[in-house]
């Protein structure tokens, strides 16, 4: 995803890669012990570590502090425990947690998310708290180290007989509901867990601050920190009271379910086994060393005898899974599914430095990560079932910019042998990175309740930004975002933010601009790339794509493949989002609560498209 948060990324040479890397690939090994100097270290455990267990709690850093909930359950044949771990602040509800080492009372493990890896490293305390340190590290910036303790609890939403409120909080243009589960008596406490589907929150534990009485205190943190007050009324029948965000009070009132039915996510379109296809794990080394890890599914029938197409899926901006998962969404999932069952063969991978694929994903840019889409491709030309010639690209968001770049590569070499033979382009970006973002920026707000003045100071000091980093000048970059830091901190209301704060906040706003993927995101122009292009292609948008606006976006495209002088279909679908999901405003906080994955009518265009154009003989 083309997010307007400015993520580092970015890539050293636009040539197809070889076996010699143009940049340092680093594959992580992470450290078997905490650092010497860290909490960790200073605690001695007080017994081995418990599996099955839930902690939550709050991590102080930066200008705020970080919610963080683990749920850690023991995995099956002596292998370390699963840890799933949820950060809101950083994109994360129950992701599972990666590098898990637990060896009695220590229990390490690493979360990477939207461009961060967080290496946790921590032991029990001798009050039963999970206790250490967490070091974050992102590309272009220093790593940075802080230490948490995180109090052992129950998640309310799992225990039995738990009591359950429903309600709706007010909010401009609509409301918002959410339910709240409380077990007022376990062995560590009174605890809560609430449910925000419009968030993709599901079982989010509630810190409970105190409970006197009928009337409880809670304290949330998705997105910015709320404060929950609310009393029991009408002998415990309702909860009334107020929600606290951002300076603003509104009123909250809650009934009590006769039992609780998890208002959980529904996603209809996640297909469920048995598949009537061949599912295969499978595993590829990139020319420079990291090995990609990914899923390979193929028609019933297929054979070295009756070959078939195939594509190669590419995700959107950030570290990514092999699903793309977003917001309990797995858009790859669906579209590899639908593909498959249609005839063609589906390789979907994790990004490097994510999930099973090594190698560094901080180090990556945008021309390093077409060149793990490059291998994904070459990967599936030796497939005995894949008909090489029919080899095709589909990528999403910032992976539409790969995919033209990995065809253009394959038709300049000397003898191209089985070049990409089409590309399916979802939520393409057509104008370089910096015109991306502004107008991204612009339409967010618009969608947003930012108040006009802040929305313009915001705008104005991003403008600034960009212009001083295309132009490489430190000085107005810090200048720039400074005050950028300080308009989105009014729209947040952040009262007690210190200037210290807005120091280190513009410091890491300057190395994320200044890194090697946003400076090359920033100036590479995707339209000169597609222009070249020598493969017949589809272009599919939504119309209300907040974050590649299609009004900015399609008249370049259309001119470059007018260029290229190609098969081409650009279609724009009506009331869709950036995910191709049928939306209202196309924001992004309704991306996890819309049920439907990817529209019915996108996904049959992709899929009409892909059959027709590969020559499949017969779709089912």
Do not use: C
């Not at 995803?1 to 400015?6: D, E, G, S, Y």
């Not at 229990?107 to 290496?119: N, P």
């Not at 430095?353 to 070459?378: H, N, P, Q």
């Not at 819309?594 to 017969?618: C, F, H, M, N």
Request: charged share 20%; no cysteine.
């Amino acid at each position: 995803m083309l997010l307007a948060v400015l993520v580092p990324s970015a890539r050293a040479q636009e040539s197809r890669p070889t076996a010699s890397p143009a940049a340092p690939l680093v594959a992580e090994t992470p450290p078997a012990s905490p650092p010497s100097d860290g909490v960790a270290a200073e605690v001695a455990p007080a017994t081995d570590f418990p599996v099955p267990s839930r902690f939550a709690g709050e991590v102080a850093g930066g200008p705020g502090s970080i919610f963080v909930a683990l749920r850690i359950d023991p995995s099956s044949d002596g292998a370390p425990p699963r840890v799933e771990v949820t950060m809101p602040q950083a994109g994360a509800l129950r992701q599972v947690a990666e590098g898990i080492s637990l060896d009695g009372g220590r229990l390490s493990f690493t979360l990477v998310s939207m461009g961060v890896r967080g290496r946790f490293v921590g032991l029990l305390d001798g009050e039963g708290r999970y206790a250490g340190d967490l070091t974050l590290s992102a590309a272009g910036q220093k790593d940075i180290t802080v230490a948490f303790a995180l109090p052992r609890t129950e998640i309310a939403a799992e225990l039995p007989g738990v009591v359950a409120y429903r309600g709706s909080l007010p909010v401009p243009g609509g409301s918002l509901e959410m339910t709240i589960a409380l077990a007022a008596e376990t062995p560590f406490g009174a605890v809560a867990s609430l449910d925000v589907p419009a968030q993709g929150a599901e079982a989010l534990p509630l810190l409970v601050e105190s409970r006197e009485g009928g009337t409880w205190r809670f304290r949330m943190l998705i997105g910015r920190p709320a404060t929950i007050v609310l009393a029991e009324v009408e002998e415990g029948t309702r909860l009334e009271g107020t929600f606290s965000q951002a300076g603003f009070e509104l009123p909250l009132s809650m009934r009590r379910l006769g039992s609780y039915d998890r208002a959980g996510l529904r996603r209809p379109q996640h297909p469920e086994p048995p598949f009537p296809y061949v599912v295969r794990e499978v595993e590829f080394v990139h020319p420079q060393g990291h090995r990609l890890a990914g899923t390979l599914t193929l028609p019933a029938g297929a054979s070295a005898e009756k070959r078939v197409p195939a594509v190669a899926l590419a995700t959107g901006s950030g570290p990514q899974d092999r699903d793309e998962t977003i917001f309990g969404h797995k858009p790859f999932l669906v579209l590899a599914d639908a593909l498959t069952r249609a005839g063609v063969a589906v390789l979907r991978y994790d990004d490097r430095g994510v999930g099973g694929s090594s190698g560094s994903f901080e180090l990556a840019t945008s021309w390093d990560l077409a060149s793990d889409l490059d291998a994904a491709s070459e990967f599936l030309k030796e497939v005995p079932e894949v008909d090489p010639a029919r080899v095709g690209l589909v990528g999403h968001s910032e992976g539409a910019l790969l995919a033209p770049i990995v065809a253009r590569w394959q038709t300049e070499e000397e003898v191209p042998q089985n070049p990409i033979a089409f590309v399916v382009l979802l939520a393409p970006p057509g104008v370089p990175g910096h015109a991306v973002l502004r107008v991204q920026m612009r339409r967010l707000l618009e969608a947003s309740t930012t108040p006009e003045d802040l929305r313009q100071a915001i705008l104005e000091a991003q403008a600034r930004l960009l212009d001083a980093s295309l132009a490489k000048d430190e000085a107005a970059m810090r200048e720039a975002a400074r005050d950028l830091v300080t308009a989105q901190a009014s729209v947040a209301g952040a009262g007690a933010v210190t200037d210290e704060m807005i120091l280190q906040s513009a410091d890491a706003t300057v190395a994320q601009m200044s890194s090697r993927w946003m400076q090359v995101f920033l100036e590479v122009d995707p339209a000169a790339i597609l222009a070249s292009i020598k493969a017949p292609v589809l272009v599919v948008i939504g119309s209300l794509d907040l974050q590649v606006d299609p009004g900015q976006n399609l008249p370049p495209i259309q001119a470059a493949l007018r260029q290229a002088g190609v098969p081409s279909q650009v279609q724009v679908l009506d009331g869709l989002n950036h995910l191709l999901q049928p939306a209202t405003k196309g924001s992004i906080d309704e991306y996890g609560a819309i049920e439907v994955t990817i529209d019915p009518k996108a996904l049959g265009l992709i899929v009409d498209w892909v059959v027709r154009t590969s020559g499949v003989a017969a779709a089912p």
